[in-house]
T-cell receptor, first 113, second 109 residues
Framework: DADVTQTPRNRITKTGKRIMLECSQT?????MYWYRQDPGLGLRLIYY???????NKGEISDGYSVSRQAQAKFSLSLESAIPNQTALYFC????????????FGDGTRLSIL | GQNIDQPTEMTATEGAIVQINCTYQ??????LFWYQQHAGEAPTFLSY????GLEEKGRFSSFLSRSKGYSYLLLKELQMKDSASYLC??????????FGPGTRLSVLP
């Protein structure tokens, strides 16, 4: 979905490095989410935000932090990367209605050596 | 706790019908969503159910039974391009989405 843009698309880095993944959206949605996807485990929620001043932990927030700088931007940081954080990361947005689905970015493939 | 189950893999033949099941136990319920995800790509929205019954959308239909914690996605007239993973997701009371592990469907000629 071109309305939700993730950068970078691919990243290879070393253990212990600090990494930031960026997400921006032009859909005008208040709600933004970060997920990671691992084979056989599906999408797991890391952090989510329903507004610029709202940050909430998801199922697997340890080792991650986020920043919601503006309605359109939601960044995910790995303070000190470790190999088991190697995964496909997706940003998503949604509107607030119950029937509103999530719209996903194209993902960031992150490899930590 | 929260738990969503789907079969890991399914195989079907081009032109056939396939039913992908999803069972769930979650903290509250505000609707069930189905997404399609081709390998290495983003999930894309297929269907939404919040009331019991069948929702039809072209070749795809989705069914929900809230009392049984059960849904299925029905794909008719299968095409090769339908080979993908299908993700079941429940929107909980806190407005978050909980995803199942996904079902990888292979459509054979």
């Amino acid at each position: 979905d071109a309305d939700v843009t993730q950068t970078p698309r691919n990243r290879i880095t070393k253990t212990g490095k600090r990494i930031m993944l960026e997400c921006s959206q032009t859909k005008g949605h208040d709600r933004m989410y970060w997920y990671r996807q691992d084979p056989g485990l599906g999408l797991r929620l890391i952090y989510y935000s329903f507004d610029v001043k709202d940050i909430n932990k998801g199922e697997i927030s340890d080792g991650y932090s986020v920043s919601r700088q503006a309605q359109a931007k939601f960044s995910l940081s790995l303070e000190s990367a470790i190999p088991n954080q190697t995964a496909l990361y997706f940003c998503a947005t949604s509107d607030s209605g119950h029937n509103q689905p999530q719209h996903f970015g194209d993902g960031t493939r992150l490899s930590i050596l | 706790g929260q738990n969503i189950d789907q079969p890991t893999e399914m195989t079907a033949t081009e032109g056939a019908i396939v039913q992908i099941n999803c069972t769930y136990q979650t903290s509250g319920f505000n609707g069930l969503f189905w997404y399609q995800q081709h390998a290495g790509e983003a999930p894309t929205f297929l269907s939404y159910n919040v009331l019991d019954g069948l929702e039809e959308k072209g070749r795809f239909s989705s069914f929900l039974s809230r009392s049984k914690g059960y849904s299925y996605l029905l794909l008719k007239e299968l095409q090769m391009k339908d080979s993908a993973s299908y993700l079941c997701a429940v929107r909980e009371e806190g407005q978050n989405f909980v995803f199942g592990p996904g079902t990888r469907l292979s459509v054979l000629p």
